[in-house]
């Protein structure tokens, strides 16, 4: 299985590196691509570094390269994740506006009608990202939002995280485990 791991400049980047490590664990190949946003957002939050990030990936993309392997349908997929997706990335993949890699392999990957899942974190949410949340599951994405449940009673941050991952990994099918899921007993 491939799948294209999207981080672009919204808050919350350690669920990208928990998705990443996680995908690395269950020995998925992963295509990273990390926008020029991501990387300003890194640097003012701090808590993740781009070096965690590129040694979770099996592959790197720059994010800038239009040519690479990701931008094309010809090659395959299993689908992509945007983690976290910004409002403005959101905005690019609604309208088919895909002027770097990111954009571009989320708009090949609606295309070819492979699963595409945003990972949203914005509050509040003006009218223009409803709408665009809205073209974008009607186009054939799964929008999900970066918030975590609590019935699973989290102890840490981690555990937080871990949520999020395991939810994104369910909608390609993927098992991440060490979750006690709703209707499971301990
Ligand atoms: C510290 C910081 C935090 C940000 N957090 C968010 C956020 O949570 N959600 C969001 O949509 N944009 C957020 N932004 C704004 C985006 O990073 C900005 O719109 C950027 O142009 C998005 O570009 P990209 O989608 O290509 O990464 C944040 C910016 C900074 C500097």
């Known amino acids: 299985m491939k799948l294209v791991v999207g981080v672009s400049g919204g808050s919350g980047i350690p669920y990208a590196l928990s998705i990443l490590r996680t995908l690395q664990h269950l020995n998925i190949e992963t295509h990273l ?22 040694a979770s ?5 720059d994010d800038r390269d239009l040519a690479a392997s990701i931008s094309s349908g010809s090659f395959r997929t299993d689908g992509m994740v945007i983690v976290p997706c910004s409002a403005g990335t959101l905005a690019k993949v609604a309208h088919g506006f895909a002027d770097n890699l990111l954009a571009r392999a989320a708009h090949v990957t609606l295309k070819e009608r492979r699963p595409l899942v945003l990972v949203l974190r914005e509050d509040p949410l003006p009218r223009p990202v409803l709408v665009n949340m809205l073209a ?11 918030s975590p449940g609590f019935y699973h009673a989290p102890g ?30 301990e």
């Open 33 to 54: 691509v990390v926008s020029s946003g991501a990387k300003r957002v890194m640097g003012a939050e701090g808590g993740v570094r781009l070096e965690e990030l590129t």
């Open 57 to 61: 990936a099996t592959h790197v993309h």
């Open 136 to 146: 974008v599951h009607d186009a054939g994405a799964t929008v999900m939002s970066a």
């Open 156 to 185: 840490s941050v981690e555990e937080l995280l871990h949520f999020v991952t395991v939810r994104v990994l369910d909608q390609f099918g993927l098992e991440a485990g060490g979750m006690r899921r709703w209707g499971e007993t």
